[in-house]
């Protein structure tokens, strides 16, 4: 199985920069769709973003242009870099992995990581 572990949430102002990084142990996380999602206090959690295997990236429309997700394989982590950052950005955010393709059930998730925008 996939363990995901979670690293650089913090508190920063509005119109900051926060770096989330995602560390995978188990199986080589370059057979997997890697994504993060957010969940604010009160509200459903919401895709963020989704890297395939292949490179293809997705973003959520509330984030195009400020968030860019990318991966190292070869370090078997995934990034999620945040400029720009709003308050309506505050939410835990947890990182994901899903064998194969990125439309789906993610399997594997880790414990999350909280951001706070204000």
Known sequence: HVQLVESGGGS??????????????????????MGWFRQAPGKEREGVATIH???????????????????????????????????EDTAMYYCAARYGVCSG???????GTQVTVS
């Open 12 to 33: 920063v102002q509005a119109g900051g920069s926060l770096k989330l990084s995602c560390a995978a142990s188990g199986p080589p996380s370059s057979n997997y769709c």
């Open 53 to 87: 295997k292949y490179g293809i990236t997705t973003y959520a429309d509330s984030v195009k242009g400020r968030f860019t997700i990318s991966r190292d394989n070869a370090k078997n982590t995934v990034y999620l870099q945040m400029n720009s950052l709003k308050p």
């Open 105 to 111: 059930v993610f399997a594997y998730w880790g414990q």
